[in-house]
């Protein structure tokens, strides 16, 4: 069935087809007979387009003459219109001058400005005449009365704020060709309006920090309103505003700055506090303000470059003051007393500091680092200074260093509390120079586009200062570059503290020490060096060396109250400085302070103690015997303490301990041992001894 149909489907195509094509021959011989008249029509027009040719290259050339005549004549017609029209505008010339003379016996401003317009077509027209110089002349003579005669009426209409009346003024202005005077008497109109504000407030009493934010208040609401009424004057109104407020800012009578400087010598907080204080309503001034300009900001920030520029003297004069209000003396206190004093202090002083930091980023948004640095540096150093001449008057008050009987170490723990104090000072000023250094980081990236000029132009910001001072970009570029790279920033305030820290330290070693220089001091005059009745001596230890020996075994008891707190000062201390006597260094990171500390009074016993002994003028064999009982006791206590005695010590303990027949042979066994000394030790004793 589906065959079938697709079978009579191509038959009917076939029968299309064929039908097709029958019409087409059919119709064959009618389709040539259309071609052969087309082309007999297009070889028609053909030639009569080449006849029309012809014809017009006949016309051209029969008519050339005429038009170049007709040419002429067209010129000549010009001409002779503009010498009418010059004519014209010289006689109109002469009349316009005397309307213009009219109207100004009239005061007739309108008028005036319609006659100047008219002339200065008319000269347009006579720039060729002989005298158009000296009608130029005086076409602007004319012109300059006019602006005399309208410029008051125009600052009537400013300051009454009548648009209508501005608005034909300043086409007046444009006619004559002065419509740039008209900035020139807007700026004029609102600078005297506005110095008359600034002197309503600058003759009272009050502070200017108290009644800057009330004169803001005041611009600001001109500036609202003539953003209105500017697009009557001007075609740039936002333009004109900014330049009017930039102008006042810059014209006012004394300035901000002579303001500030005068009532910061009343001001009982001081000037970077008083600046501080009107700094806030600048600030909320350029938020506010509708309109923008770098030029308007210089202004605003204007006031305050001095301050900001001069932030580090500035500041080291703040803390000189705020220092020497802390009267960091001890003259006449007790020891506790003095100690609480000094503890007091140093809170009080770093919190200057703190402020000193605010101040520095309140004024300058951080940029002013480098003067904060350099304040700091210079409060450091007077602070130290007072600090170690109270810690010399602590020590003298102490009375350690006379030569008087210090039965017990009771000035140590004064000393010790010194030290304590020193090692917290160090840890506060670590922590301030980290948090400037942090700072500084944070700030790098906007201060760098502040210093390369990359910041928002009509941004308002307080460190644009620096931009425009190369001193100040440059030393800032190399703060920050020092807090990027990890330099010391307060390498000054190290060496103060430095010398703080050692003073302390020679205070402490020294009281801890006096009670044992007191027990040695008349050890060489005993007379039991040369007498013990007979040839017996003691089996037992003098009282000076067992009350020294009992001292040391104290040690560790007066250490420990500052040590075994979480306060970690005291070792911080002694990581800074090394103890106060010979071949000591400073405390290693992973050094015990109070095994340190040991260890240096138990040396510089030692030491003392050789001195002593080198004082005794002459020693029996039994004196020779109980020193040497004596040396061994110390050497017993100091194994106590776990501190190892001196080769000197040993060796002189070894040498007292022999007979005279075994003297050198005894020397010759000797570790390090050092011949003078030994020959010294020979004499006392008075053993014949050759090495």
Same mark, same amino acid.
């Given at each position: 069935?589906?065959?079938?149909?697709?079978?009579?489907?191509?038959?009917?195509?076939?029968?299309?087809?064929?039908?097709?094509?029958?019409?087409?021959?059919?119709?064959?011989?009618?389709?040539?007979?259309?071609?052969?008249?087309?082309?007999?029509?297009?070889?028609?027009?053909?030639?009569?387009?080449?006849?029309?040719?012809?014809?017009?290259?006949?016309?051209?050339?029969?008519?050339?003459?005429?038009?170049?005549?007709?040419?002429?004549?067209?010129?000549?017609?010009?001409?002779?219109?503009?010498?009418?029209?010059?004519?014209?505008?010289?006689?109109?010339?002469?009349?316009?001058?005397?309307?213009?003379?009219?109207?100004?016996?009239?005061?007739?401003?309108?008028?005036?400005?319609?006659?100047?317009?008219?002339?200065?077509?008319?000269?347009?027209?006579?720039?060729?005449?002989?005298?158009?110089?000296?009608?130029?002349?005086?076409?602007?003579?004319?012109?300059?009365?006019?602006?005399?005669?309208?410029?008051?009426?125009?600052?009537?209409?400013?300051?009454?704020?009548?648009?209508?009346?501005?608005?034909?003024?300043?086409?007046?202005?444009?006619?004559?060709?002065?419509?740039?005077?008209?900035?020139?008497?807007?700026?004029?109109?609102?600078?005297?309006?506005?110095?008359?504000?600034?002197?309503?407030?600058?003759?009272?009493?009050?502070?200017?920090?108290?009644?800057?934010?009330?004169?803001?208040?005041?611009?600001?609401?001109?500036?609202?309103?003539?953003?209105?009424? =500017?697009?009557?004057?001007?075609?740039?109104?936002?333009?004109?505003?900014?330049?009017?407020?930039?102008?006042?800012?810059?014209?006012?009578?004394?300035?901000?700055?002579?303001?500030?400087?005068?009532?910061?010598?009343?001001?009982?907080?001081?000037?970077?506090?008083?600046?501080?204080?009107?700094?806030?309503?600048?600030?909320?001034?350029?938020?506010?303000?509708?309109?923008?300009?770098?030029?308007?900001?210089?202004?605003?920030?204007?006031?305050?470059?001095?301050?900001?520029?001069? $932030?580090?003297?500035?500041?080291?004069?703040?803390?000189?003051?705020?220092?020497?209000?802390?009267?960091?003396?001890?003259?006449?206190?007790?020891?506790?007393?003095?100690?609480?004093?000094?503890?007091?202090?140093?809170?009080?002083?770093?919190?200057?500091?703190?402020?000193?930091?605010?101040?520095?980023?309140?004024?300058?948004?951080?940029?002013?680092?480098?003067?904060?640095?350099?304040?700091?540096?210079?409060?450091?150093?007077?602070? =130290?200074?007072?600090?170690?001449?109270?810690?010399?008057?602590?020590?003298?008050?102490?009375?350690?260093?006379?030569?008087?009987?210090?039965?017990?170490?009771?000035?140590?723990?004064?000393?010790?509390?010194?030290?304590?104090? =020193?090692?917290?000072?160090?840890?506060?000023?670590?922590?301030?120079?980290?948090?400037?250094?942090?700072?500084?980081?944070?700030? %790098?990236?906007?201060?760098?586009?502040?210093?390369?000029?990359?910041?928002?132009?009509?941004?308002?910001?307080?460190?644009?200062?620096?931009?425009?001072?190369?001193?100040?970009?440059?030393?800032?570029?190399?703060?920050?570059?020092?807090?990027?790279?990890?330099?010391?920033?307060?390498?000054?305030?190290?060496?103060?503290?430095?010398?703080?820290?050692?003073?302390?330290?020679?205070?402490?070693?020294?009281?801890?020490?006096?009670?044992?220089?007191?027990?040695?001091?008349?050890?060489?005059?005993? !007379?039991?060096?040369?007498?013990?009745?007979?040839?017996?001596?003691? $089996?037992?230890?003098?009282?000076?060396?067992?009350?020294?020996?009992?001292?040391?075994?104290?040690?560790?008891?007066?250490?420990?109250?500052?040590?075994?707190?979480?306060?970690?000062?005291?070792?911080?201390?002694?990581?800074?400085?090394?103890?106060?006597?010979?071949?000591?260094?400073?405390? %290693?990171?992973?050094?015990?302070?109070?095994?340190?500390?040991?260890?240096?009074? =138990?040396?510089?016993?030692?030491?003392?103690?050789?001195?002593?002994?080198?004082?005794?003028?002459?020693?029996?064999?039994?004196?020779?015997?109980? $020193?040497?009982?004596?040396?061994?006791?110390?050497?017993?206590?100091?194994?106590?303490?776990?501190?190892?005695?001196?080769?000197?010590?040993?060796?002189?303990?070894?040498?007292?301990?022999?007979? !005279?027949?075994?003297?050198?042979?005894?020397?010759?066994?000797?570790?390090?041992?050092?011949?003078?000394?030994?020959?010294?030790?020979?004499?006392?004793?008075?053993?014949?001894?050759?090495?």
């Amino acid at each position: 069935m589906l065959f079938m149909k697709l079978q009579t489907f191509v038959q009917r195509i076939n029968a299309e087809l064929e039908e097709t094509s029958n019409q087409i021959v059919r119709d064959m011989p009618s389709v040539v007979r259309s071609v052969d008249v087309l082309a007999q029509d297009v070889s028609s027009l053909k030639d009569r387009m080449s006849a029309v040719r012809k014809d017009i290259e006949h016309v051209e050339t029969d008519t050339a003459h005429t038009m170049k005549v007709l040419i002429e004549l067209d010129a000549i017609k010009g001409k002779m219109e503009a010498t009418s029209a010059a004519l014209q505008e010289a006689d109109n010339w002469t009349t316009l001058s005397a309307d213009a003379e009219e109207a100004f016996r009239s005061d007739d401003v309108r008028k005036a400005a319609a006659t100047l317009l008219g002339m200065r077509r008319s000269l347009l027209v006579l720039s060729d005449v002989p005298d158009h110089a000296q009608r130029q002349q005086l076409l602007s003579g004319l012109e300059s009365r006019l602006e005399a005669l309208i410029s008051p009426k125009l600052l009537m209409a400013m300051e009454a704020h009548n648009a209508d009346l501005a608005k034909e003024y300043t086409m007046m202005f444009g006619d004559i060709g002065r419509k740039s005077q008209i900035l020139a008497l807007y700026l004029q109109c609102h600078k005297a309006a506005a110095q008359d504000i600034w002197a309503s407030y600058t003759q009272g009493t009050a502070r200017v920090a108290d009644w800057l934010p009330l004169f803001y208040d005041r611009l600001l609401q001109i500036a609202h309103r003539e953003i209105k009424f =500017c697009p009557s004057l001007f075609s740039d109104p936002a333009g004109a505003v900014t330049a009017m407020l930039a102008a006042v800012l810059t014209s006012l009578s004394p300035t901000l700055k002579d303001l500030l400087l005068h009532d910061s010598r009343t001001n009982p907080g001081g000037c970077l506090a008083l600046v501080a204080a009107t700094i806030p309503a600048a600030v909320n001034f350029a938020t506010a303000l509708p309109v923008s300009s770098p030029a308007l900001l210089s202004g605003l920030v204007g006031g305050f470059t001095h301050f900001q520029l001069e $932030l580090g003297p500035l500041l080291s004069a703040e803390f000189d003051g705020r220092i020497a209000g802390l009267q960091i003396s001890v003259a006449g206190l007790s020891p506790d007393d003095a100690v609480e004093l000094l503890r007091a202090k140093v809170p009080l002083f770093f919190d200057i500091l703190g402020e000193g930091r605010r101040y520095c980023q309140q004024l300058t948004d951080g940029a002013g680092m480098s003067g904060l640095i350099e304040a700091i540096s210079f409060a450091m150093d007077r602070f =130290c200074a007072a600090y170690s001449t109270a810690v010399e008057d602590l020590r003298k008050a102490c009375a350690i260093d006379g030569d008087g009987d210090i039965e017990d170490g009771s000035s140590s723990s004064y000393s010790f509390s010194i030290v304590e104090l =020193c090692g917290d000072i160090i840890r506060r000023t670590d922590r301030l120079e980290t948090t400037i250094r942090e700072a500084a980081v944070a700030a %790098k990236a906007s201060l760098t586009a502040v210093l390369d000029g990359e910041a928002g132009v009509d941004r308002f910001s307080l460190s644009k200062y620096c931009a425009d001072n190369a001193v100040a970009a440059s030393t800032l570029r190399q703060t920050l570059v020092d807090a990027d790279s990890g330099t010391p920033l307060l390498p000054l305030p190290r060496d103060a503290l430095q010398e703080l820290n050692r003073t302390a330290h020679a205070f402490a070693y020294a009281s801890v020490m006096a009670p044992i220089a007191a027990r040695f001091r008349e050890v060489s005059r005993l !007379p039991v060096w040369i007498d013990l009745g007979g040839d017996t001596f003691s $089996l037992s230890p003098l009282a000076y060396v067992t009350k020294i020996g009992e001292y040391l075994l104290t040690l560790p008891q007066q250490l420990e109250p500052f040590l075994s707190q979480e306060d970690d000062a005291f070792a911080i201390a002694l990581r800074a400085c090394s103890a106060p006597f010979e071949g000591a260094g400073p405390l %290693k990171h992973d050094e015990n302070a109070a095994d340190a500390w040991l260890n240096a009074v =138990c040396h510089g016993t030692m030491e003392l103690y050789r001195k002593t002994i080198w004082a005794i003028p002459k020693l029996s064999t039994p004196g020779a015997r109980q $020193l040497s009982t004596d040396i061994d006791y110390l050497c017993n206590v100091l194994s106590a303490l776990d501190v190892a005695t001196d080769t000197d010590v040993l060796n002189i303990a070894q040498l007292l301990s022999c007979t !005279p027949e075994e003297f050198a042979s005894s020397a010759a066994t000797l570790r390090d041992a050092r011949p003078a000394e030994v020959a010294k030790l020979a004499a006392m004793r008075g053993i014949p001894y050759r090495p």
